[in-house]
């Protein structure tokens, strides 16, 4: 049955099941700063946004012009109803949400796997071209995307082994190939220099002493509190000890502070994606 309004509807597979969507939707409402990524790269409409920390190149979206509808893991319902849209677009944090959220508007689950970030970016884009009608932009941008990690994979080819690590009120997690941040390794083409770390959501807690022991030849940081405004000590502070000093990263400036915009907070997005394979590329360019 087409959807209210809507002459045209096709069914989409996605991370929780098969939904009947209207084509070319016009009020869209995301929960997702990967999703909202995607939906800007591809030049597509956003109605409704959740408040929050967002990226540099999507604050835009904090103007009063796009309607709040609560945040990225509780939506405000209410104001969801208010704006009666056509499509609710859901990622990893407000996934749980979906049965609520489909009783208002056809709503998808694009939640990305961090196993297969770029491929979860891909299909997202690709679907989200097929619902809006953007095929040729997202052909334009996934070009981009494929010329940008075919010069990563070169520059990394010989760079030696790495260990990507995230900082928070003063203590350090580090993440693994098939983590959150396995793309680092996994897509990217760093070696790992501890291949076996856990691969939970938060990382494995480790210390100066790890860092010392496994000494990777590049040691990517991300500092989670800068991304989400907290203050506390940052992770150049955090770093700056007599331990570290000794390990290969610190006494060949190989240490490299990620864009934590990009991987934080805006992971899942074609933007964020590009931006993440800048970090890469700009440090293998050093001397």
């Given amino acids: 049955m087409p959807h209210a309004g809507f002459a045209e ?9 098969e939904t009947e969507v209207p084509l ?5 409402v995301v929960f997702d700063l990967g999703i909202l990524d995607l939906l800007n ?14 990226p540099e190149y999507l604050q835009a979206y904090d103007d009063d012009r796009y309607a709040k509808v609560g945040t990225l893991f509780e939506p405000n319902y209410e104001a969801v109803n208010a704006l009666s849209p056509d499509i609710i677009l859901l990622g990893a944090r407000s996934a749980s949400k979906l049965k609520d959220l489909s009783k208002i508007a056809p709503t998808l689950d694009l939640s ?16 989200l071209g097929q619902i809006f009608g953007k095929n040729e932009k997202v052909a334009e941008r996934l070009a981009a995307i494929d010329a940008k990690l075919q010069e990563v994979r070169k520059a990394t080819a010989s760079a030696g082994t790495g260990q990507l690590i995230l900082t928070t009120g003063g203590r350090m997690s580090a993440f693994g190939p098939n983590s959150r941040f396995g793309l680092l390794y996994d897509e990217f083409g ?8 856990d691969i939970g959501t938060h990382g494995q807690a480790i210390s100066n002493e790890f860092l010392l022991e496994t000494n990777p030849d590049w040691l990517f940081v991300l500092d989670r509190d800068a991304a989400i405004g907290h203050d506390s000590a940052s992770a ?3 770093l700056d000890n007599a331990i570290m000093h000794r390990t290969t990263a610190w006494k060949q400036d190989h240490i490299v ?29 050093r001397p």
């Fill in 257 to 285: 502070y990620l864009s934590s915009d990009a991987w934080y907070l805006g992971g899942g997005g074609i933007e964020a994606l590009l931006r993440s394979m800048e970090d890469i590329l700009s440090a293998m360019r």
């Fill in 41 to 54: 790269s591809l030049d597509i409409p956003v109605t409704g946004i959740p408040t929050g920390p967002k």
């Fill in 9 to 17: 509807t096709i069914i989409v597979k996605h991370a929780q099941g």
């Fill in 24 to 28: 070319y939707p016009k009020r869209v």
């Fill in 190 to 197: 760093i070696s790992p220099s501890a291949p076996s770390l």
């Fill in 236 to 238: 150049r502070t955090l």
């Fill in 112 to 127: 990305y796997d961090p196993s297969k970030q770029i491929d979860s970016i891909i299909d997202n884009a690709k679907l």
